[in-house]
């Protein structure tokens, strides 16, 4: 049985396994407006390989896929179906600082939604402005720390 292990180590045939695709979620926002349409992108997208988990929500135009899949390809997928799609250009409105600036109020985005933007202004809860204006004349409290 020895000389076998021994020669076994030699004739081994391994075969490269590829990397399973991350877990995620890919939101897509879509024009839908009748029950065809959200059925045409509904079975386009479930069809693809990987795909766990399919949600359509014609009020806000937006599909949501949950499964291993690559976002491009669910992308390209929906818009096979003759729809025009991008990816969701909206977050919730609290996760942003400051979320009525002119580039991120959108009249388009759904109720509570505003758009991803990049914000110039700093975040009201910036360490380093809470600790610049600790002590400046200014702040009518600043003398009750010192």
């Not at 135009?61 to 899949?69: E, I, N, P, Q």
């Not at 491009?72 to 979320?99: C, D, H, I, M, Q």
Request: hydrophobic letters at 35%; proline letters at 7%; charged letters at 25%.
């Amino acid at each position: 049985m020895g000389a076998l292990d021994f020669l076994s180590d030699y004739i081994t045939i391994s075969t490269p396994r590829k990397k399973r695709k991350a877990m995620q979620t890919v939101d897509i926002k879509v024009k839908m407006d009748c029950d065809g349409c959200e059925r045409r992108v509904k079975n386009a997208v479930s069809n693809l390989r990987g795909v766990k988990q399919v949600d359509v929500n014609r009020k806000q135009s937006r599909v949501t896929v949950t499964g291993y899949v690559e976002p491009n390809k669910v992308l390209n997928r929906v818009k096979s179906t003759g729809k025009r799609a991008e990816f969701w250009p909206y977050v919730p409105y609290n996760l942003v600082a400051y979320p009525y600036v002119p580039q991120a109020y959108d009249k388009k985005a759904p109720s509570g939604y505003v758009k991803n933007v990049f914000q110039a202004l700093p975040s009201p809860n910036a360490p380093d402005e809470k600790f610049t204006t600790l002590f400046s004349d200014e702040n009518a409290h600043a003398c009750s720390i010192m």
